[in-house]
């Protein structure tokens, strides 16, 4: 099923800048076709005739404004433009109107065709300081009233004495002066490799009783200076002992893996024949 509305077509740009020249007239100064779109360029006295020509026109009918924007061109005689964007519901179009202005020049107003540009001129006005005749409720809408100069601009200063805050209090935007509370710091520039010769801030915990929990590990030192008073090992018995204990490599010589306990006596052998001194003849 086709959609009720036309399709948006290139071609249809011709056609309605050969409509609006001969809708317009001398009040239109160019007419060009730029990324796809038509841009007329109308002078500030043919602004609101050319406005209604563009939406009572047949082959026209632009019933809508979508948008009015600026445009900052510093280096322009005119420094400033008021571009009003348009929209045609029958022919499913749009094209840009372009007009010039300076800081002083008034733009005529076009809220009595188009009752939302009240607050569209309102944002311009308060972004770019240009001025609407004919607008009866010319204020700020995105700043508050009391701010110095125009946003889009960039002319205004970056740092001052005065700040501005919501007061819950007063119910309103206060300026009040600068506050930059800050603890008074003192700076010695010293290389941060040679270390400072003073206690750092923080530093004093570490002198601070242990607290109750897992104790702090031991540094290097505390542990080679505990090697060096610790008593002497025992010295290991002499060969000619009895009993000497040997150190057990395996587990035959510990016992280690054999079912008999500790405690039960050990059959004697009957072949070994003891002798004096202790030892044994088989």
């Excluded at 700040?163 to 290389?191: I, N």
Aim: glycine share 8%.
């Amino acid at each position: 099923m086709r959609a009720p509305a036309p399709a948006f077509a290139a071609n249809l740009n011709d056609a309605t800048i050969e409509s609006a020249r001969g809708a317009i007239g001398a009040g239109l100064l160019d007419a060009v076709e730029i990324a796809g779109e038509v841009q007329l360029h109308v002078t500030r006295e043919a602004l609101v005739p050319a406005l209604t020509a563009l939406r009572d026109t047949p082959g026209l009918e632009y019933q809508q404004l979508m948008e009015i924007a600026g445009v900052d061109y510093p280096d322009r005689v005119e420094r400033f433009e008021v571009v009003y964007c348009l929209l045609s519901l029958t022919r499913n179009h749009r094209l840009h109107v372009h007009v010039g202005a300076t800081e002083d020049t008034p733009v005529p107003s076009v809220t009595e065709l188009w009752p939302v540009a009240g607050w569209l001129e309102r944002e311009v006005y308060d972004m770019f300081g240009v001025l609407f005749a004919g607008n009866r409720d010319l204020r700020r809408i995105l700043t508050d009233y009391g701010f110095r100069g125009h946003p889009f601009r960039k002319d205004f200063p970056l740092t001052g004495f005065v700040e501005m805050r919501y007061s819950e209090e007063q119910k309103r935007v206060v300026y009040e002066p600068v506050k930059l509370a800050q603890d008074f710091r003192t700076f010695d520039f010293m290389s941060p490799w040679e270390g400072a010769e003073y206690v750092l801030p923080g530093d004093e915990k570490a002198k601070l009783p242990e607290a109750k929990g897992a104790p702090t590990p031991a540094t290097a030192t505390e542990i080679q200076k505990a090697g060096a008073t610790e008593t002497p090992k025992q010295a290991a018995p002499a060969a000619s002992e009895p009993y000497a204990k040997k150190d057990a490599t395996s587990t035959a010589e510990t016992g280690a893996g054999r079912n008999e306990s500790a405690g039960a006596p050990k059959p004697a052998d009957p072949d070994v024949v003891p002798t004096k001194g202790g030892g044994q003849n088989q």
